[in-house]
């Protein structure tokens, strides 16, 4: 669904940040992306996405040329990529249920209450669905994110450092709703700095490992 074939990113034409970077991200695939802070991780996940674009090489989203696509295009692929961003921005003045609901109200889809009522059991919100988001816990501001992230359906959910703030019970439970959409058939990029949580993931969830390191992506061997 992704593919990157010598890929390199530079800021504003600045120094390259990312270098010759290759891969093939595929349906149904669950991959960790991390190394050290200041890497590219966050970086890497909005070329993923278009939201930047290659300084030069080649990537195709969905089998589309990203430097080719109209506006539209763009678009059309954000609505099949579901994100959760390192830091969940939410409208403080309208309740959880619309906030998860709003990638729906903006997109000018209907919200069906029965599907939006099983989204927030999924996460675990349905009680605090009318709750303003200041009220939340770091905990369930990112199970509402991950919620407004799959409201659209997307094929491939990325999530930047989501377990960043979280307690290892409550970045376990996050895990464990990704791994949930993984084996319903999504695919999953997860940035996390969080060596233990990959560990515990391996159990549960046939991951990779991709890592930026010296600029350049490697994908991990089985020792990780
Ligand atoms: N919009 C931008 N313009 C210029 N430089 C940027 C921009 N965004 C990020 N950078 C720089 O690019 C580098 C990589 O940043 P990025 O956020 O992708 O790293 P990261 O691996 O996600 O870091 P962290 O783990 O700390 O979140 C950093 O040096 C950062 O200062």
Known sequence: MIEMQNLTFGYSGGDPLLVDMSLS????????LTGPSGSGKTTFLRLCYADLLPSSGRMTAFGEDVTALSRDGIAALRRRVG????????????????????PLIVAGEPVEMPALGDLLNW??????SRSLPPSLSGGERQRAALARAVVMSPDLIIADEPTGNLDWDMSMRLLQL???LNHSGKSVLFATHDMHLIRAAKQHVQAR????????????????
Do not use: W, Y
């Open 25 to 32: 991200l595929q349906p149904g695939s669950f991959h960790f």
């Open 178 to 180: 990704l791994v949930e």
């Open 123 to 128: 996460v675990q919100l349905a009680p605090l």
């Open 209 to 224: 490992v991709l890592r930026i390191a010296g600029k350049r992506l490697q994908l991990a061997g089985a020792d990780l």
């Open 83 to 102: 994100v959760v961003h390192q830091d969940t921005q939410f409208l403080d003045h309208m309740p959880v249920a619309e906030n998860v609901a709003l």
